[in-house]
């Protein structure tokens, strides 16, 4: 008796040994309100006459609005789409190479329907890498990375939490 599609004891067969190719986002594009540009200009000017009057720091009260810039043009610019490449030797975005021996681990975390991959560098100080990728595409590029490297449980960090929650 053939076991039903869905069921957990059915194995499926999936090629490792080829490459695995596609293309994404290089992060999740929000769209922002009205309101919202609303509240981070009255924030910059809070945040700014509170420096300038509380702190009395002259140089922090122009660095303020000079970041407000810096984060405003970046929140505006759609996202870039990169073309990835997996195979025995790494990890391929936009033809730069990330070697699989660069990461002690990965994770896979969903946020709404936006399925990512968080490689997790050796390196103490080196940023983890978030990669996102097609849900049709999770199983086969899940299984060659896994093949590789061991899967961590990735929880999002303070900034991930605060970021996600701004809308940033």
């Not at 809070?46 to 420096?51: D, K, P, S, Y």
């Amino acid at each position: 008796m053939q076991p039903e599609s869905g069921n957990p004891t059915e194995q499926s067969v999936v090629d490792v040994s080829q490459p695995v190719h596609w293309q994404a986002n290089e992060y999740i594009h929000h769209d922002r309100s009205v309101a919202w540009f609303i509240v981070f200009g009255l924030t910059t000017v809070i945040l700014t006459a509170l420096a300038l009057f509380l702190l009395n720091s002259i140089t922090f009260a122009i660095l303020i609005p000079v970041m407000a810039v810096a984060l405003f043009t970046y929140v505006r610019r759609p996202p870039r789409v990169l073309d990835y490449s997996l195979s025995k030797k790494g990890l391929y975005i936009n033809d730069q190479l990330y070697s699989f021996d660069q990461f002690k681990g990965f994770g896979i975390t969903t946020t709404h329907n936006d399925c990512s991959l968080t490689l997790i560098p050796v390196k103490r100080f080196k940023p983890a890498i978030s990669v996102y990728f097609p849900e049709e595409s999770g199983e086969i590029i899940v299984d060659t990375i896994g093949i590789q490297l061991p899967i961590i449980k990735v929880e999002p960090d303070f900034i991930d939490r605060i970021t996600h929650k701004l809308r940033i």
